[in-house]
């Protein structure tokens, strides 16, 4: 089946640091992905649509400024918080539509926790 | 606003009975349904997809239902086992379908007792 993954798979770090998670699918092209955050008990929320070759869409209130989305070739999207604060803190998870498939199914990678100081 | 609730936070059954669900939606008219597993720390993991003309669907032990009228559907899980616990996601498309954005509920807990 389609495998999605996730780097790294958790990280700490400094306030007002940057941070890179990086989103890879494994075994299909994926034309769009797309990025969530999840605070504990509540649902995915959708920050931005991200189409390979072209700027990603955010989600109202997402500031795009802050959370830099990259996707470069078909099987990879990078996700960067810029200038981290405690209130980033959160569950980021990707996930990959694969095209060929119909309707569109979305494939999650395994998620990545990142911890701001 | 579109809006998608499961009812329950949380679902305790017994081992080898059917599990429940159920995934309400309202101002909005999707032309297909998703149900994820979700277990902690982890992503969702895809289950099943319910469209808009099709009243049930099965897989294994897995059984949805989707009214359109009643704006709900049903996820259920017969001869239920421990390793069935997780969380429960329903999810609707949102942009009808053509780029396969989704809304997510909050889920539902779901813990099998042996």
């Known amino acids: 089946g389609a495998v999605v993954s996730q780097h790294p798979s958790w990280v700490i770090c400094k306030s007002g640091t940057s941070v890179k998670i990086e989103c890879r699918s494994l075994?299909?092209?994926?034309?769009?992905m797309f990025w969530y955050r999840q605070f504990p008990k509540q649902s995915l929320m959708l920050m931005a649509t991200?189409?390979?070759?072209?700027?990603?869409?955010?989600e109202q209130g997402v500031e795009k400024d802050k959370f830099l989305i990259n996707h470069a070739s078909l099987t990879l999207s990078t996700l960067t918080v810029t200038s981290a604060h405690p209130e980033d803190s959160s569950f980021y998870i990707c996930?990959?539509?694969?095209?060929?498939?119909?309707?569109?199914?979305?494939?999650f990678g395994p998620g990545t926790r990142l911890t701001v100081l | 606003s579109q809006k998608i609730e499961q009812n329950s936070e949380a679902l305790n059954i017994q081992e080898g009975k059917t599990a429940t669900l159920t995934c309400n939606y309202t101002?909005?008219?999707?032309?297909?349904l998703q149900w994820y597993r979700q277990d902690p720390g982890r992503g969702p993991v895809f289950l099943l997809l319910?469209?808009?003309?099709?009243k049930e669907k099965r897989k294994e032990r897995l059984k949805v239902t989707f009214d359109t009228t009643l704006k709900q559907s049903l996820f259920h899980i017969t001869a239920s086992q421990p390793a069935d616990s997780a969380t429960y996601l329903c999810?609707?498309?949102?942009?009808?379908?053509?780029?396969?954005?989704?809304?997510f509920g909050k889920g539902t807990k779901l813990s099998v007792k042996p």
């Open positions: 999810a609707l498309d949102k942009g009808g379908g053509s780029q396969g954005n989704l809304i």
């Open positions: 319910i469209r808009e003309n099709e």
């Open positions: 075994d299909f092209q994926a034309t769009t």
């Open positions: 991200s189409n390979e070759g072209s700027k990603a869409t955010y």
């Open positions: 101002n909005y008219s999707p032309a297909y």
């Open positions: 996930s990959a539509r694969d095209a060929t498939s119909r309707p569109d199914t979305q494939y």
